[in-house]
């Protein structure tokens, strides 16, 4: 087995862009000029060689891992849906993972992709669908668990952060923002999922495992800084200490109003002042993740309760804000529309203000049963998919392509395929699930790997060539489709 600290890339990987730079400075641009040079590479191939770094350049590789893609291999017919789940499960850990151990625990950095930085929300993302794996592999368990470790340490450098470096004394680009900025953070966008995530993780590693050591003096630490900054945010008792600012042509990566925000009336549930897409809120109260702190204060009190962790006070004071966030969800966001019923919005400002729509990134009101927010045969969510699934949603996109939903971080006309993925995770129909499988098959743009976003009528235009979670998150759900609809691996997509 390799090395897990192996620090080489694949020669595959062009120059890194952050996210806005990308579409700044090179806009929406063609799969041929990307992957032009790519060892292998033609848009004439049928032979599908693999896209993935020669074994040499891997940062991680995982014995469990390269057995799940040999199995799955086998029972997928379409070659080029075998081909990419070869290139897009293992991702994340064949390009982004950075393993060591410092004072004695496992560390593992984890890049987005494309940016040199660490998210809480993507690095979680990137290695969730690896856990199942882990009894199976104590490297990819160490591994796993240092994700935890850093993310620790990240929240105790600053809860309101987003992104991180792996160097604690670099300073970010973005050091000329009108907020806390310190050194060792790449962005500080004060996202609600950013904290639920950590969790999310945490648990899924401790019911996997049944290793309790992570919940250590620093993880305890990181929590009661979660439900301080959650009770911060819920400003019964002013603004709290947070605002935002940048300068920028792009109105969604600033926050108005001296970067408060616009008012809300406290109601018990918690403000983000930006959505998982990094993109500013409209308004503060953006259900999608106050559902998902819900559901992962639930985590943290189970947690907490345990015996080998035995931390009451945080046990107790989780149930209670988990009480207070679901009354006021109750109360205050759900409404009755005229053809849907009722659904869920998507953000609201306590004063009977909201907005209808849905972003491709997770936490979405789509992705709710995948966080296990909710079920998904409940009526109320049944409600808001349809809606979330029609032209009536703002950024839900119909073209030559595809159809799914977008993000006002890639602008208008551009689907992500992350939301055609969770669209598939979340469906309970056959036929639905096999036509997401059909567009992601039409739309990678012969590269053999996910994107951030494609243009609704050309595939060639997208935005990130390496965009690891989505990969990864691909990967995952071919697997929830082998054990779902398996004759839908059966299928030869490319017959007409």
């Known amino acids: 087995m390799l090395s897990m600290n192996q620090k080489l890339l694949t020669s595959n990987i062009i120059k890194m862009y952050t996210r806005r730079q990308f579409i700044k400075t090179s806009g929406i641009v063609t799969a041929g000029l990307l992957l032009s040079g790519m060892d292998g590479f033609s848009l004439e191939r049928r032979d599908f060689i693999s896209m993935r770094p020669k074994l040499s350049a891997r940062k991680f590789t995982s014995s469990a ?43 593992t950095y984890v890049i987005t992709g494309d940016i040199d930085a660490m998210w809480l929300r993507d690095s979680t993302a990137q290695v969730w669908p690896y856990l199942p794996l882990i009894s199976k592999d104590k490297n ?106 940048r300068t920028t042509a792009w109105a969604t990566d600033g926050v108005p ?86 659904m869920i919005p998507y953000e609201i400002n306590g004063f009977g203000s909201f907005n209808l729509m849905d972003d491709g990134n997770i936490p979405s009101l789509l992705s709710l049963p995948y966080l296990g927010c909710i079920d998904n045969n409940d009526p109320l969510y049944q409600n808001t998919r349809k809606y979330l699934l029609s032209e009536n949603n703002p950024f839900y996109f119909k073209g030559k392509m595809a159809e799914g939903i977008g993000s006002p971080h890639t602008l208008t006309d551009n689907i992500w395929p992350m939301g055609i993925i969770v669209r598939g995770l979340t469906s309970n129909d056959k036929n639905e699930t096999e036509q997401c499988i059909r567009y992601l098959l039409k739309t990678h743009a012969e590269t053999g790997f996910m994107h951030e976003s494609f243009n609704k009528d050309d595939a060639s235009k997208f935005t990130r060539k ?22 839908l691996l059966k299928i030869n997509y490319n017959e007409k």
Not at 80 to 107: A, H, R, S, Y
Not at 147 to 159: A, H
Not at 227 to 244: A, D, S
Request: proline share 5%; glycine share 6%; with cysteine.
């Open 466 to 487: 390496w965009f690891a979670w989505a990969n990864t998150l691909f990967g995952e759900f071919i697997i929830k489709v082998k054990d779902q609809y398996p004759e």
């Open 140 to 245: 990819l368990k160490e591994l796993i668990k240092g994700v935890i470790n850093r993310q620790c340490s990240c929240i105790l450098l600053d809860p309101y952060a987003n992104a991180f470096y792996k160097d604690v004394h670099k300073i970010s680009e973005w050091k000329s923002d009108l907020t806390e900025m310190k050194a060792g953070i790449h962005e500080r966008k004060w996202e609600i999922d950013s904290l639920c995530y950590p969790v999310r993780l945490a648990y899924g590693y401790w019911k996997q495992s049944g290793d309790s050591s992570i919940f250590d003096k620093n993880w305890i630490t990181a929590m009661q800084l979660v439900l301080k900054t959650f009770r911060e945010q819920q400003r019964f008792n002013g603004p709290g200490p947070y605002k935002f600012q």
């Open 257 to 342: 109003l001296a970067g408060y925000g616009y008012p809300v009336k406290p109601n018990g549930l918690i403000c983000s002042m930006f959505r998982p897409s990094d993109d500013a809120c409209i308004y503060p109260y953006l259900i999608p993740s106050n559902l998902f702190a819900i559901t992962i204060l639930g985590y943290l009190n189970e947690i907490c309760s345990l015996e080998a962790v035995n931390e009451i006070e945080i046990a107790k004071e989780s149930l209670k804000l988990q009480k207070q966030l679901t009354l006021a969800y109750e109360k205050n966001a759900i409404l009755n529309h005229a053809e849907y019923g009722k």
């Open 65 to 107: 891992v390269e057995e799940l893609i040999k199995q799955m291999k086998e029972v997928i017919t379409d070659p080029q849906l075998n081909w990419m789940f070869e290139n897009c499960f293992p991702n994340t850990l064949d390009t982004t993972v950075d393993f060591e151990i410092i004072d004695g625990k496992p560390d």
